[in-house]
């Protein structure tokens, strides 16, 4: 009798237990990270632009900053894509406003209101700006013409961008990692209409160059290093000749145009400035090269 009497108390005590929550501390349930951001700003290859069937060039999701956020995401499960690029967009209107609707009224003071209500929070930013800058330039049919106007349009083009850098970095601090663009140059496409066209496609490397250094000079000062399409488009490489099936041959920088752009494609379609879903692929991984070095 004295054993079940004991059982049975134990088993009391137990039922005690369970009921009033007594016994081992039940471990408390994990808190989910933060999220971090990726931000990318800029124009149409910032957003993403591909012409469509028509040839009217429509917002996509296959651009770059898409791609390159697929490529960080599978490093960083937290991350997230804050996509501001505005197409058309110019060093300008992304001060002022005026081509896409903002909250905040323009694309430079939303990405400021972002930084800093996500601080601590941006893994990176990209930026590529400056282009849509020089459209009243590209159109011009002579060399000395586009050169004339170049040097009018660089000088409020880098101090627009120089205002741009000061705010973001102000708002992100001195250790937000910023990356820059240099561009690849669609006018090489000249080249294949000869002529006055093939002058311009022989001078386009030089002119882009000059560009391309004046952008990287603007971005070092504020401690953004730079993705160089420049580079990846192999735009100084005017010497070696390869072989584009439709063309014949033709100088490499042109053929690096015509592989990774719509410049070279049929109607309606092409002719086109922005890239193709593998130039954007090419654009996010310089951008990824930069970032991860």
Known sequence: MHR?????????????????????????????????????????LAQGVQPNAKGASVETSQGYANQLYTALKMGNPTLKLEK?????????????????KYADGNQLAQAVAFLKAHAGH????TIDIGANDLNPCVVLTTVPKIVKCLD???????????????????????????????????????????????????A???????????????????????????????????KQMVTLPAFGKVPKDVAMVCYYTWECAPKPQGPNEHANVLGYGLIANTFLKVIAG
Not at 4 to 29: C, E, M, R, S
Not at 84 to 100: A, D, F, N, Y
């Open 152 to 202: 009018k349009v660089f000088p409020p083009m880098l101090k627009n961008l120089a205002t741009i850098m000061t705010e973001l970095r102000a708002a992100g601090g001195t250790s937000l990692k910023i990356v820059g663009m240099t561009y690849y140059v669609p006018e090489l496409a000249e080249w294949l209409e000869g002529g006055s066209g093939q002058q311009i496609a022989d």
């Open 204 to 238: 386009a490397p030089e002119l882009g160059s000059i560009f391309g250094q004046d952008l990287r000079t603007v971005y070092k000062k504020f401690g953004a290093p730079v993705a160089s399409l420049y580079q990846a488009f192999d735009t100084a490489n005017i």
């Open 4 to 44: 079940i009497a004991t059982i049975i108390a134990a088993a009391t005590v137990v039922t005690a237990a369970a009921v009033t929550g007594a016994g081992p501390a039940l471990a408390a349930p994990r808190t989910a990270p933060a999220p971090t951001y990726y931000v990318s700003l800029g124009d149409s």
């Open 122 to 125: 941006i893994q990176v930013l």
């Open 84 to 100: 501001l690029g505005c197409p058309g967009e110019t060093t300008t209107s992304m001060i002022k406003g005026g081509i896409c």
